[in-house]
């Protein structure tokens, strides 16, 4: 037990392993995805204190108070709501016995330490994210230019030249369902799977 409180005070519990495919499932973060809705892990860091579970559709973060406490907080972060930025890594020096993992999602940042050994999968999840954040950034400039596209859509035309208030409500309807189809499934990715698994090496 003292060691448990040593490792904890001088922050070894907190470097992470990169977790197994075979062994997702006995992980705390699988209790919490949306199995039903085709949500499944794609790479997972696990440390004594925390788990760091990247799904196609969120990234869930089980947070543990301490190494030696049983409490939880799970917090998830969806893809589709939430901006990765700031991605980065931090190789060990001579005499360090992790890397550290950085980056930014919805204005949160995560410092996740990884045992130096797991560097080559670490490397995978890099990619994988900076290249979520290449998309995400791309269609937050669709989703800004189709906006554009309708201010000056509107700009053409005045309500008074529309034949008849059916007419108005038709038309009203039709724009309206272009622009959700672009703003919601056109120019928003849901799920990241084919991301996840082109970089991630089982």
């Known amino acids: 037990m003292f060691k448990r409180f040593a490792a904890d005070a001088l922050g070894l519990s ?13 992980v705390d973060a699988d209790d919490y995805l949306f199995h039903e809705d085709g949500e499944k ?4 860091i696990k440390s004594k204190k925390d788990e760091y579970c990247f799904t196609n559709l969120a990234l869930i ?38 890397i550290e993992l950085k980056f930014v999602i919805g204005g949160k ?13 670490v490397k995978d999840i890099y990619k994988s994210l900076i290249t979520i954040s290449k998309i995400q950034h791309m269609e937050e400039l669709k989703r800004a230019n ?9 700009s053409m035309y005045k309500i008074t030249e529309l034949a008849s208030p059916e007419s108005a409500i ?3 309807t039709g724009t ?6 672009l703003m919601l499934d056109t120019h928003m990715t849901h799920d990241y799977s084919a991301v996840f698994a082109k970089y991630i090496q089982a």
């Open 146 to 154: 189709a906006l554009r596209v309708l201010d000056v859509t509107a």
């Open 170 to 172: 038709q038309q009203f």
């Open 41 to 44: 892990i794609f790479f997972l």
């Open 61 to 98: 973060h089980v947070d543990g108070e301490s190494a030696v406490s049983s409490k939880r907080t799970i917090k998830r972060y969806e893809y589709v709501n939430e901006r990765i930025q700031n991605v980065l890594i931090e190789t060990a020096g001579t005499v360090d016995l992790d």
């Open 14 to 26: 907190d470097i992470g392993s990169i977790i197994k495919p075979a062994d997702f499932d006995k």
């Open 176 to 181: 309206l369902t272009t622009l959700n189809t």
């Open 109 to 121: 940042p995560f410092s996740i330490d990884i045992k130096k050994s797991f560097l080559e999968q």
